[in-house]
């Protein structure tokens, strides 16, 4: 059977509420439905925008879904409902919602995702095509960057990685100011919001620094997608949709030089990128000076320069390779620094990046070390540990010193030096060459001479023969001598290189491991750096399981097995590297074996994080079932007292109620009960959470449902005044202690907060009971204020208060600030801490103005204004 094919997702991304993503994504609706598809509304929030409602109303809406929590109904997108109606495009607004979460005794069908967008995953599952909208702070790469710039972290976020799937991404654009006067005109948010929205959230710095963010964003996203395009249609020539400057070093002095050079041709032109590489070669061979070196990164890096490390043999086949990998347009080289007499041998690397560049534009920029002569430690990649300079030195000296050297003793005349003056003479020949030209020289050397000597100097002259034992032994020990000098030679040059490379291995190493914690330690960026690295096809992190193969993470072409991929790299018994593209060569095997180590410890550290996510996450339901098993033997006492209060009196027989009194005994004792039911709701709720049955639900609520909820557990017929009748003066004499204190509630109409309702009701009800008690009878005064971002709600007194000193000290359980009397903060205060910190929701205590107590409350809000 044929799977059905995957629905096409578009995404229309803002950078703040309000730039019209709704209105564009309808208008694009209109338009395919306008061509004959068939296309459905699965949600749509209009914010109360006449315009944005009047677009909807064209088209055939899907249900809503009916939610209940916490005694209340809530209206959700109903993705089952759009499964069985099964159009052809389905528009979903606001792609980064918390779906609310139904009580669990909900019908099993009320079952819901955790987020919006894992509803739309199942939705393209099945074949069905999504519009949705998005705003950039929600992505979870840019919370912390959306944080800093907003000052608080979006607790709704969408991973990269779907959105990043998204078949095409349409940014809706306008200008910071056309967005502020959009706000002004009173188009995005109610009135009585815009004054606060405009000195918080669209500040005219915070719109323009989130408009960068999408922006930038949505722009690497088309510059991966012309990559792709490159890759599977095998283009290799550059294509310079984006100007990126290569500046190629080789770590000497000059490279800070270069690098300034490539600064100043990126200059501050929008969209321009710099990019700094360091060609290495594996086995060693060429060098370069550590402080120099760690200077031009420096430099690189704080001039917001890419820093690259690649591998490869050749320096000139390598620089292209990476520059046509990264679609450079422009390569900075410096001007050769070899001498005149090297240069004869052949093409230097910037002659060859000339002829190999085509079409990438290539700048050479002189330097002061291009006028010195310097000659770099540089080596033949080959076996041989001698430069090829030296080895062609080694023979000529070989070739040539020998038969000088004879006739200068022919042309002293015969007797004029001894066999032993000649024996000497040439093994020092010998060894001057073995010490130039290695080993090989020196035995052609060796025999040369050995052969000249036993012709000119042994007797009988001019005659191979040598008819002297003596004579025999000393051409031997001649020629032994020579080859054990010219191996010692040999030997130590090519210790002295391996030593070299496993110095220029750490060295590489080294680099490396800076790259990646530049780039993020993650196995992503580390499996993307190997691949630019070491220029492979692809590279793929698997591992191994039970249930199959699985992809960690890769770059390039995937591999699914190892049977796909070209070498294996076994980091563990079940995880490995698969390798696809070129042979790495015998030193890159070892750099690459070697970093496995770190990207091994990288997985073990993610594995680790995940585990910390998830006791935090364990750590938050403690943190809910301590409060509440505090509050069950702090809050007992006051509805069983109640209770067997009001059952002994109405059981005593000598005492006559009348049908009044009657009535309010019972309605104590039901009072009494509806608490205690509440009580063990919250118990039930607690060791819901102990076994992971249900997780803290959070959903847009109203604060004055959350307040007069509040208010009425505390007690049915307390006094709330309206905000005109607030007194005028907050040192107004207490009222008696047997009366309740008179509560002005000034909250505005339509002011939502994203909180779990019941935890948050336990919150007020604990806060409002230490006032209404320690207040001693003042008025309570309960307000919030609004800003884009959060609701601020006090719950402010003006009794005695506390002093500066304990207001850090009111949290703790049992806490008495004042051992000499009652009067203070004990249990209530620490519980309402403890479930705020569970909630995220951050609660601080101030001192009222002019004397009192105040608690303040600051809440999430989410983008939506209302469910």
Not at 18 to 33: D, F, Q
Not at 636 to 653: F, H, Y
Not at 664 to 679: A, D, N
Not at 769 to 793: C, F, W
């Amino acid at each position: 059977m044929v799977p059905p094919r995957r629905g096409t997702l578009t995404v229309f991304l803002g950078y703040a509420p309000g730039v019209g993503k709704t209105v564009a994504m309808l208008e694009t609706a209109a338009a395919a439905s306008a061509t004959g598809r068939d296309v459905v509304i699965g949600i749509v929030e209009d914010h109360g925008r006449a315009f944005t409602r009047a677009l909807a109303e064209g088209f055939e809406i899907v249900p809503r879904r009916q939610v209940p929590h916490q005694g209340r109904t809530f209206e959700e997108f109903d993705p089952e409902a759009v499964l069985a109606r099964s159009p052809e495009l389905v528009v979903i607004d606001e792609l980064a919602h918390t779906n609310v979460v139904p009580d669990e005794e909900a019908p099993a069908q009320d079952a819901t995702r955790a987020k919006r967008w894992e509803d739309v995953e199942v939705i393209l599952a099945a074949g069905i095509d999504v519009y949705t909208t998005i705003n950039i702070q929600h992505l979870e790469s840019l919370g912390d960057v959306v944080g800093a710039i907003i000052g608080r972290r979006q607790a709704e976020r969408v991973p990269d990685p779907f959105l990043r799937a998204a078949d095409e991404v349409e940014l809706i654009d306008i200008s910071p100011a056309a967005l502020r006067a959009r706000l002004a005109e009173g188009n995005i948010y109610a009135a009585a919001k815009v004054d606060a929205a405009m000195a918080n959230y669209f500040r005219l710095g915070n719109l323009t620094a989130l408009r960068e963010l999408a922006l930038l964003w949505l722009a690497d996203r088309v510059d991966e997608g012309l990559e792709k395009y490159r890759d599977e249609k095998g283009i290799r020539t550059t294509w310079a949709a984006r100007d990126r400057i290569l500046v190629a070093i080789t770590g000497g002095p000059e490279s800070t030089t270069l690098i300034r050079r490539g600064l100043r041709i990126a200059g501050r032109v929008a969209g321009r990128e710099l990019h700094v590489v360091h060609v290495v070669e594996p086995d060693g061979t060429r060098r370069s000076g550590a402080p120099a070196l760690l200077a031009a990164r420096e430099l690189a890096e704080a001039n917001n320069a890419v820093w690259h490390t690649v591998v490869g043999d050749d320096v000139a086949k390598a620089l292209i390779e990476f520059a046509r990998t990264l679609n450079a347009s422009q390569i900075v080289l410096g001007v050769s620094r070899s001498p005149w007499y090297r240069r004869m041998l052949g093409p230097g690397v910037a002659n060859r990046v000339i002829n190999a560049a085509a079409d990438i534009d290539v700048h050479m920029v002189t330097h002061a070390q291009a006028a010195r002569f310097w000659l770099p430690d540089r080596e033949s990649p080959r076996a041989n540990p001698l430069s090829t300079l030296r080895r062609i030195l080694g023979w000529v000296i070989g070739v040539l010193a020998p038969p000088a050297l004879t006739a200068l003793f022919i042309g002293l005349g015969p007797g004029s030096t001894s066999l032993s003056l000649n024996f000497l003479s040439y093994i020092t020949v010998v060894v001057l060459v073995a010490l130039i030209g290695g080993l090989w020289p020196a035995v052609m050397t060796a025999v040369f001479g050995t052969v000249l000597i036993n012709f000119f100097f042994t007797h009988p002259v001019n005659s191979l023969s040598v008819k002297q034992l003596e004579n025999i032994l000393a051409l031997i020990i001649f020629i032994a001598v020579a080859v054990a000098v010219a191996t010692v030679v040999d030997k130590a040059a090519r210790r002295s290189r391996q030593a070299q490379a496993a110095e220029h291995e750490g060295a590489v190493l080294s680099e490396l491991a800076g790259a990646m914690i530049a780039e993020g330690d993650s196995p992503e960026a580390m499996v993307a750096s190997i691949r630019s690295t070491f220029f492979l096809d692809g590279v793929t992190l698997l591992s191994a399981g039970d249930d199959g193969t699985r992809a960690i993470a890769s770059a390039g072409e995937e591999t699914r097995s190892r049977a796909q991929a070209g070498e294996i790299i076994d980091l563990d018994e079940t995880t490995f590297l698969a390798l696809k593209g070129r042979a790495l060569s015998a030193g890159e095997q070892r750099i690459l074996d070697a970093y496995a180590g770190r990207l091994l410890r990288v997985l073990t550290e993610s594995r680790l994080r995940v585990s910390r996510e998830q006791a935090e996450e364990l750590s938050a339901g403690n943190a809910v079932r301590t409060a509440l098993l505090t509050a069950v033997s702090h809050d007992l006492r006051t509805p069983l007292g109640a209770i067997k209060t009001a059952a002994s009196a109405l059981q005593l027989e000598e005492i006559e109620l009348s049908a009044a009194d009657e009535r309010l005994m019972l309605e104590t004792i039901e009072h009494g009960t509806e608490r205690l039911e509440k009580l063990i709701d919250n118990l039930l709720d607690m060791s819901r959470i102990q076994s992971g049955a249900v997780t803290i639900a959070t959903a847009p609520v109203l604060v004055e449902d959350l307040v007069a909820s509040a208010l009425a557990e505390i007690d049915p017929g307390s006094r709330v005044l309206d905000p005109g009748s607030r007194p005028s003066s907050r040192g107004s004499q207490p009222l008696d202690q047997g009366s309740q204190p008179p509560i002005t509630v000034d909250i505005a109409p339509g002011t939502w907060v994203d909180v779990d309702f019941g935890l948050f009701e336990r919150v007020l009800v604990n806060i409002i009971e230490n006032s209404v008690k320690y207040g001693q009878g003042s008025p309570i005064i309960i307000d919030a204020s609004t800003d884009a971002e959060a609701v601020h709600l006090r719950i402010a007194d003006s009794g005695p208060g506390v002093g500066a000193d304990a207001l850090e000290r009111i949290f703790t359980p049992f806490t008495r600030l004042d051992e000499s009397n009652t009067v203070g903060l004990g249990l209530g205060m620490a519980v309402a801490l403890g479930l705020c910190r569970a909630m995220n929701i951050e609660l601080r205590a101030e001192q009222t103005p002019g004397g009192g107590f105040t608690a303040v409350l600051t809440c999430p809000v989410t983008e939506e204004a209302a469910p």
